[in-house]
């Protein structure tokens, strides 16, 4: 059974959510402060810690610091009554799991937890498989082989426990990730580029949008235009991406090409403006593959548009906004291989 601290000096919220937490099934304990929780979290094992950020003393933030320096598989979730861009940039340099917003929903709240418990589980149990990996290694090569075999199930697990995170908060785009990522896979297979890089760019497609997590849901469905605050905020999970990614034990590619997917091999893309020279070679097939999949589907604002219109928009772009031998392979995917968009989510295999 999973246990969770709420820490928030209004007791109410303390009270009210350390009762949805128990009637759910987990251990849950609450504190007033910064410094009662920190006094706990030295005494107690928790999993999960729920606070607030605007706290007198000692701040959320600052708790979470501290916290992190001694206990960096604590998951952290944050909540605030206040929402903007700042906090949520602050969530996602605090390694924060989720953003929730005050007045907290029952439901999103839970599925916070619940996701939040189970990477800290996949974090208990890697650990653990590594400890007796050690212990075995020098004289039991087959035991060290079953353990990397289950090291390697722990990060499909937490991969698509990555993506699943995207799809509660963003259940119109459900499965446009493992589209994505197939979709690359399919084109880097067909440039035959090696393996490694076939496998590694599938696991960055699969959870290539984690940063829109600290994008409020209703945003993200909005089914009109969005305006200048929120156009900014949405332009900003290329970074939150790459901030979260970059602190997981994956290659350091992934977060980098995550950081990279909205930019465009003339420079006009975001976050960094970065031109051809300057984009991986990931990135160029994933922004390719990210583009024809999404126009090919339906959208909140927009329905689908097909492929043909998705195909004629890379190709119309190609050597300008995308990497022209990208841009001819993925053609003759659809247009000489008869490539059909794949749903499948596929074992995922790379070097630890």
């Not at 090291?151 to 509660?168: C, G, K, N, P, T």
């Not at 900014?232 to 977060?255: C, D, F, S, T, W």
């Amino acid at each position: 059974m999973s246990r969770v601290l709420v820490v928030d000096d209004e007791k109410s919220i303390r009270i009210t959510l350390c009762e949805f937490l128990k009637n759910a099934g987990f251990e849950a304990y609450s504190a007033c402060d910064a410094l009662v929780a920190q006094e706990m979290v030295d005494e107690q094992d928790f999993d999960v810690i729920i606070t607030d950020i605007i706290m007198p003393k000692v701040s959320g933030i600052e708790m979470l610091t501290k916290i992190q320096e001694n206990y960096p598989y604590i998951q952290t979730i944050i909540m605030t009554g206040e929402p903007t861009v700042e906090t949520a940039v602050q969530a996602v340099q605090f390694s924060a799991n989720d953003y929730l917003t005050k007045p907290i929903s029952k439901e999103d709240m839970l599925k916070a937890v619940r996701n939040a418990a189970k990477i800290k589980s996949l974090h208990d149990e890697k650990a653990l498989l590594e400890k007796q990996n050690q212990l075995y290694q020098k004289n039991l090569e087959g035991i060290v082989a079953k353990r990397t075999e289950a090291l390697q199930a722990s990060m499909q697990s937490i991969i698509s426990l990555l993506a699943s995170v995207v799809e509660v908060r963003d259940p119109y785009t459900a499965g446009h990730q493992r589209r994505v990522g197939n979709l690359s896979a399919a084109i880097a297979e067909k440039m035959e580029l090696p393996q490694s890089t076939i496998d590694i760019i599938r696991i960055i497609g699969y959870i290539h949008d984690i940063g829109k997590m600290f994008i409020p849901t209703e945003i993200l469905s909005k089914p009109g235009k969005l305006n200048a605050i929120e156009m900014q905020m949405i332009r900003e999970h290329p970074m939150n991406g790459y901030q979260m990614i970059k602190k997981v034990e994956l290659p350091a590619l992934v977060a980098e090409t995550i950081y990279q997917h909205h930019e465009r091999c003339n420079g006009s893309g975001y976050p960094r403006a970065l031109d051809a020279e300057m984009i991986v070679q990931e990135a160029q097939i994933l922004m390719v593959a990210d583009v024809v999949e999404a126009m090919m589907s339906h959208r909140p604002y927009r329905p689908a548009l097909g492929v043909d219109a998705a195909l004629a928009e890379i190709k119309q772009n190609s050597g300008l906004l995308f990497n022209k031998q990208v841009v001819n392979t993925c053609l003759e995917l659809f247009l000489k291989d008869n490539y059909t968009i794949d749903e499948v989510e596929h074992n995922i295999s790379f070097q630890l």
